[in-house]
C-alpha cells in the first residue's frame, strides 16, 4: 500500500491567492481527518469525514477555509483567500474503524507570501 | 472536556539509558491511547496503542508504554535509548464511540551519544 498521499508537497503563494491542498486516504479507510501544525499552535484537527461526509469541522479556523471530500479515495482543503499566518505544515490521515490508529500523510508546507 | 498533557517540552538522555516521555489524559469513559513519533519533515508514524487489556502495551523499535487508569497516565518507556529515537513524540486519545483524536502539544526528545 502507498500509505496516505498528499499533493503538492511544497506550496509557496502569494497572499490573497487561493489553495488547495489534495489528498488521496488509504483504499478501505472510512475516516480522514485534516490537521494543521504550526510551532506557536502545535497540532490542530481542522475537520474530520466519515464516510465521505463531514462530521467535525468545529476546528475550521475560518470560512475562508472549506474542505470536501467527493469519494472514498479524495479530499481537499481549500482555502480562499490565503494570508501569511495560514503558513503551516498540513497533514492529512486516514484510519479504518473505531479502534484503529490513524495514518498520516507526508504533509504539505504552505507557505503564504 | 477530552484533553491530553505532555508536561515535558523537551526530555533529554544519554544513548543507552532508559527513556520516559510522560502523558496524562482526561476523557469520558474508556480510552484508547497511541503514541506517535515525528521525525523532521515527516508526518506522524504510529508507535503503540492501548485499547484495552494488559496495561504494559508493546510496540515499534522497542518502546513500551503503560496504561494507568487510576493516574491517567500512558507513559512512553524505553529500556535503552538509541541516538536515532531522537524525534518529537506525540500522545494521543480517541474516546470511546467517538471518532475524534486529542493529540498532545508534543515532546521533543533528544539522545547524545
Known amino acids: 500500500d502507498a500509505g496516505v498521499i498528499q499533493s503538492p508537497r511544497h506550496e509557496v503563494t502569494e497572499m490573497g491567492q487561493e489553495v488547495t491542498l489534495r489528498c488521496k486516504p488509504i483504499?478501505?479507510?472510512?475516516?480522514l481527518f485534516w490537521y494543521r501544525q504550526t510551532m506557536m499552535r502545535g497540532l490542530e484537527l481542522l475537520i474530520y469525514?466519515?464516510?465521505?461526509?463531514?462530521?467535525?469541522d468545529s476546528g475550521m479556523p475560518e470560512d475562508r477555509f472549506s474542505a470536501k471530500m467527493p469519494n472514498a479515495s479524495f479530499s481537499t482543503l481549500k482555502i480562499q483567500p490565503s494570508e501569511p499566518r495560514d503558513s503551516a505544515v498540513y497533514f492529512c490521515?486516514?484510519?479504518?474503524?473505531?479502534?484503529?490508529?490513524?495514518?498520516f500523510g507526508p504533509g504539505t508546507r504552505l507557505t503564504v507570501l | 472536556a477530552q484533553s491530553v498533557a505532555q508536561p515535558e517540552d523537551q526530555v533529554n538522555v544519554a544513548e543507552g539509558n532508559p527513556l520516559t516521555v510522560k502523558c496524562t489524559y482526561s476523557?469520558?469513559?474508556?480510552?484508547?491511547l497511541f503514541w506517535y513519533v515525528q521525525y523532521p519533515n515527516r508526518g506522524l508514524q504510529f508507535l503503540l496503542k492501548?485499547?484495552?487489556?494488559?496495561?504494559l502495551v508493546k510496540g515499534s523499535y522497542g518502546f513500551e508504554a503503560e496504561f494507568n487508569k487510576s493516574q491517567t497516565s500512558f507513559h512512553l518507556k524505553k529500556p535503552s535509548a538509541l541516538v536515532s529515537d531522537s524525534a518529537l513524540y506525540f500522545c494521543?486519545?480517541?474516546?470511546?464511540?467517538?471518532?475524534?483524536?486529542?493529540f498532545g502539544s508534543g515532546t521533543k526528545l533528544n539522545v547524545k551519544p
Open positions: 469525514f466519515n464516510n465521505n461526509v463531514p462530521i467535525d
Open positions: 476523557v469520558s469513559g474508556n480510552p484508547y
Open positions: 483504499s478501505g479507510h472510512d475516516y
Open positions: 490521515a486516514s484510519t479504518q474503524g473505531a479502534v484503529n490508529e490513524q495514518f
Open positions: 492501548y485499547i484495552t487489556g494488559d496495561n
Open positions: 494521543a486519545v480517541r474516546q470511546y464511540n467517538f471518532n475524534k483524536f486529542y
